[in-house]
């Protein structure tokens, strides 16, 4: 099985901050990594699908990176609305989510 | 336009048992993969089973294994979730989701609690 490692859990930042959270799987993904936003309450909101590419209405401030085992969710500048809990999600082989970043105002 | 919709979710008692469907439309439901995955309140996600589009290869996590049972009827459009022996970490939002290229696909989930 696929383990996924994400970092930080908590990321304490301020609107306009550029933020950057990774998530490390234990063997190659072949770039079959997703990531998430969900507040509370609702359904969770894909932002990037395999590694890179934007999901339709997604702003652009959101991108995505990596290759391998190694990914990197990237907010360009924070806005209020984006202070949310974020996961990974790697579907190369089953699923298995990271455990989360709750993104909270500094 | 892809649809899927879970029921059979509610209230059990620790121990007994819970059938979950999910009926899909809009998509060749024989041509997919499936899911069940789950949120527990206030917890993250966590993927529960899989299953191929012809029911040849199934998967289950850890947590479920020996518990949960898998299944679908493409004739009717339907994917289930037969969960015995419930505990409370079972307590959770279930997810019925089809496997795509960009990564699963998923409806809006149906309540499970296990408590006495």
Redesign the interface.
Known sequence: DIQMTQSPSFLSASVGDRVTINCKASQNINKYLNWYQQKLGEAPKRLIYNTNNLQTGIPSRFSGSGSGTDYTLTISSLQPEDFATYFCLQHNSLLTFGSGTKLEIK | EVQLVESGGGLVQPGRSLKLSCLASGFTFSNYGM?W?RQAPGK????VA?ISSSSSYI?YADTVKGRFTISRDNAKNTLYLQMTSLRSEDTALYYCAR?T????Y?G??VMVTVSS
Do not use: A, V
């Open positions: 899911n995955i993250g996600l966590e993927w899989s998967y496997r290229h960009s990564g699963p998923w809006q989930g």
